[in-house]
């Protein structure tokens, strides 16, 4: 029973060509985040939301956008995808802002390749 | 930046106990550890977390120094599938999830 669901699992793109990621969740939680990861790397945060409000890390580069039009969906937009961006994109989701600290839960990830 | 230090790699035979140290000297008196695990090509996996007192749940143990400065992960009787990236995370009230490098175990048949 998957609650962090990451559509596709695979996605390839070509080089300059916009791509939409996308990640949904049945648990309800008001923080999302997007990660991305490379080969034999650990996983980079790029952005997160608490409830509506973005936060976006600094060293984001502005190739990559992000809308979250409820509380169960997220998209990760790359707006011109280069060689460089092809990794695995991680989506997470976490309980936020209650009186105990709490775990965050992770889908399986996307695998962008660029071509 | 990630707030921790750990080992790049580690081995452990099946059926042992694996423990897997973290420093995390500059913590502070709100902040959480927590331990994630990711094996290979899933996302990271939510392991167990603590304050300030030592841990215990189904899949692991946490020991935390009494200074909180470090650390030590348990995993009583390591299997082939605990073969994976363990990442220590120290989080404050913020809601960054900052992932270091990690360490490598590998279980040993």
């Known amino acids: 029973d998957a609650m962090v669901i990451q559509n596709p699992r695979y996605q390839v793109t070509q080089f300059g060509k916009p791509v939409t990621l996308s990640c949904s969740q049945t648990l309800n939680h008001n923080v999302m985040y997007w990660y991305q990861q490379k080969s034999s790397q650990a996983p980079k945060l790029l952005f997160h939301y608490y409830d509506k409000d973005f936060n976006n890390e600094a060293d984001t580069p502005d190739n990559f956008q992000s809308r979250r039009p409820n509380t169960s969906f997220c998209f990760l937009d790359i707006r011109s995808p280069g060689l460089g961006d092809a990794a695995m994109y991680l989506c997470a989701t976490r309980d936020g802002g209650g009186p105990h600290r709490v775990e965050a839960f992770f889908g399986q990830g996307t695998r962008l390749t660029v071509v | ?109």
């Not at chain 2, 167990?48 to 995993?75: P, Q, V, Y």
Request: net charge neutral.
């Open chain 2, 1 to 109: 930046d990630a707030k921790t230090t750990q080992p790049t790699s580690m081995d452990c035979a099946e059926g042992r106990a694996a423990n897997l140290p973290c420093n995390h000297s500059t913590i502070s008196g709100n902040e959480y550890v927590y331990w994630y695990r990711q094996i290979h090509s899933q996302g990271p996996q939510y392991i167990i977390h603590g304050l300030k007192n030592n841990e215990t749940n189904e899949m692991a143990s946490l020991i935390i120094t009494e200074d909180r400065k470090s650390s030590t992960l348990i995993l009583p009787h390591a299997t082939l599938r605990d073969t994976a990236v363990y990442y220590c995370i120290v989080q404050n009230r913020d809601d960054k999830i900052i992932f270091g490098k990690g360490t490598r175990l590998h279980i040993l048949p």
